[in-house]
C-alpha cells in the first residue's frame, strides 16, 4: 500500500487586484443571479464565459420542481456560448453566487457535473481556461479546469 497525496493550486485575490477584463465578467456573472429560476433552493448562481474571440456569453441555473432536470449556470453558458461559436475556446470562466438574495461571502465551487463539462471544454481546444470563482471577500483563480478535478475523467479513459 502507497499513500499518495493531490495538491490544488490557486491564487486568492480581492475584487480590487484582479485584472479589469476579469473583474467585469465577474459583475456579468453576478448580473445573471439576477435572472436565475432558483424557487426551491434560493440558491441563484451566475456565470460567464469570455471566449478567445472576445465575445462574452452568459447563463444563469434553473431549476426544476424534479431536481435532475434543471441545469446549473456554468453549463448554460458554457453550451450557450459553444453553440453560437463551436470553433472558439474559452479563456475564462467566472462564477458567482447569492444565497437568499445576498451574494455569498466565499467562493462557491462548481459541481461535479459542470466541472466535468469544463473540462471537456478545455479538453477540446487543447488550451486552459482560467476559472475565477468569486465571493465577497475573495475571489479564487484557477489557472486551469485540471487544477480543479484531479484524476478527471477524459477521452482518454475510453481508449484504455
Not at 464565459?49 to 444563469?60: C, D, T
Amino acid at each position: 500500500m502507497e499513500k499518495q497525496h493531490i495538491d490544488t493550486e490557486f491564487t486568492t485575490y480581492t475584487f480590487a487586484e484582479l485584472p479589469e477584463i476579469f473583474q467585469q465578467l465577474i459583475l456579468k456573472a453576478q448580473e445573471q443571479t439576477q435572472k436565475a429560476y432558483a424557487p426551491y433552493s434560493h440558491f441563484a448562481v451566475g456565470a460567464a464565459i469570455l471566449l478567445e474571440n472576445g465575445e462574452v456569453f452568459a447563463g444563469s441555473n434553473q431549476e426544476n420542481a424534479a431536481y435532475p432536470s434543471g441545469l446549473c449556470a456554468e453549463r448554460v453558458a458554457l453550451f450557450y456560448a459553444n453553440a453560437q461559436y463551436p470553433e472558439v475556446p474559452v479563456k475564462a470562466l467566472a462564477v458567482a453566487a447569492k444565497v437568499n438574495g445576498d451574494f455569498a461571502a466565499t467562493p462557491v465551487s462548481p459541481c461535479g457535473a459542470c466541472r466535468q463539462v469544463m473540462l471537456e471544454t478545455e479538453t477540446r481546444f487543447a488550451q486552459p481556461i482560467t476559472l475565477l470563482l468569486h465571493g465577497k471577500e475573495q475571489t479564487y483563480v484557477f489557472d486551469s479546469v485540471t487544477t480543479l478535478l484531479p484524476l478527471s475523467f477524459t477521452e482518454a479513459n475510453l481508449k484504455n
